[in-house]
Structures are given as structure tokens and as C-alpha cells.
């Protein structure tokens, strides 16, 4: 089996479903060296005839036939890049053809349809990223309770993505708060978040790993001492376990599977 494969991700629009989508499939073969190439806006002949001959040289290159990953609505397009020896898998035409002979309607064929939304989500969607964004780290306290839910967990253990995951994806209002040295001495949840208890998620991580983060940030610091990202990661499960705090451990999975069982965790309440 070959160690490394070219594989491209090309779209009429941005090319977003078929990244996400693609990359979802490849995560299933462990030990392949993917090379990744994104071609979005593949929109006219000039831009399908430059793609052309990045696909052609990644063959030459790899002596193996890359593998095309696409989302186009436009079949002319789409027939010009068949032209190369490749493996085209195109996701629109795998599921919407089954769709429209199963509904008995043909579908719109309007690019970026699947990011656009009613006006009501979007407008909803930026007013909760512009609220995960001014609650970001325990910036600000105002307006809590109007929050969504409320993260908490020691430093960079991955609260601000989560929180601006959370808003972009799902809409919610997330706001996150650091358990922060002070805190973990008095060995009680801040003042601030008393009032909330039923918003509150936490995170948490594996000290080694947290060590390799802070590391980045402060290099040789106390901060980011792996006895210091001990003690403060247990602390801050002790406390958490304590006060009834459900927690989701980031240490192996991604932003996206913590945030699909956070949602979980609000429908269940």
C-alpha cells in the first residue's frame, strides 16, 4: 500500500462540505500520508484547466492516480476534470441523485445552498459568536445569564475554541471561564458563576498534554511545568466532581465530537 496520496478537495463554492465530508472518509485509513490540496470557486474553464494540471502533475509525482474529492453543481465543470485519471468521488452527485428520484422533486443545483440558512439563523449565529467572543475567557460576567452554557476548566485546556465552535456551528451563546490558581487554592467555583450552576460544563486534559500547550505559550515557565499542570488538572476535576459539574475530557477527541456531546448534554437537561 502506498504511503502517501495526493487528494483534492474542489468545489464550485467553498469547498467546505467537501473538506469536512472528505476528510471524515480518510480519517478512517490510519497510517496514510494524505497531501492535501484545496481548489474552491472552481466556477469556469480557466480555473478547471489549472486544476487539471495540478492533478495530472501530483500523478506524475506520486506514480499513483490521486484521489478528487468534489462538491459541483456545475457538470460541465465536472466533466473537463474527468478527463484525468484520477478517483473522483463527487458527494452532491453520490447523495442528491438517490434524494431527488426517492422525493420525486429535482433539487435547486444552487451552489452554497448548505451554508447559507434563513436570515433568522444567521442573524442569530453572528449575535452569538460577537457573545462567545465578549465572554471569552472570563473577560467579561455581564449578561451571563443570557449564556447558552458557560465553560470552565484550567488554562488552555481548549475552552476558547470550543465556545467559538459552539457559536459558529450551533448558534448558542457560549461564554467560558478560567478555574485559574486562585481559585484552585480556595478550592470553590468563582463567585461569579454561583448563580449559573445549571449552564455550567467543564473541560479537562491530560497534564502531559497540557504541559506540550503551555509550553508554546511560555516556554520553561512555571506555568507550564508538568508538576503545575498536574496539580491544577486535579484540582480542577476535584472540584468539578464535587460540585456536580459534568466534564468532558479533550485529551482525545476533537473540538467537534466535545461540542456534538455538549449539545447532548443540554437536551438531556
Known sequence: ?????????????????????????????????????????????????????????????????????????????????????????????????????????????????????????YTNRIAAMSFAIAHDDGVSDADLKNADVILIGVSRCGKTPTSLYLSMQFGLKAANYPLIPEDIQRDRLPDTLLPFRDKLFGLTIAPEQLHLIRQERRPDSNYAALDTCWKEVAAAERLMKREGIEWFDMTSRSIEEIAVQIIQAINKR
Open 1 to 121: 500500500m502506498a504511503s502517501g496520496r495526493t487528494v483534492f478537495f474542489v468545489s464550485d463554492g467553498t469547498g467546505i462540505t467537501a473538506e469536512t465530508l472528505g476528510k471524515g472518509l480518510l480519517s478512517q485509513f490510519e497510517g496514510m500520508n494524505f497531501h492535501q490540496v484545496r481548489f474552491p470557486f472552481l466556477d469556469n474553464p480557466k480555473k478547471a484547466k489549472e486544476c487539471l494540471l495540478r492533478i495530472r502533475k501530483a500523478r506524475e509525482q506520486d506514480g499513483i492516480r490521486p484521489l478528487v474529492i468534489m462538491t459541483m453543481m456545475n457538470s460541465e465543470i465536472s466533466a473537463m476534470l474527468r478527463q484525468e485519471d484520477a478517483l473522483f468521488l463527487d458527494l452532491f452527485e453520490v447523495f442528491i441523485a438517490p434524494l431527488e428520484k426517492e422525493l420525486g422533486v429535482r433539487s435547486a443545483h444552487t451552489v452554497g445552498r448548505s451554508h447559507g440558512g434563513t436570515g433568522s439563523e
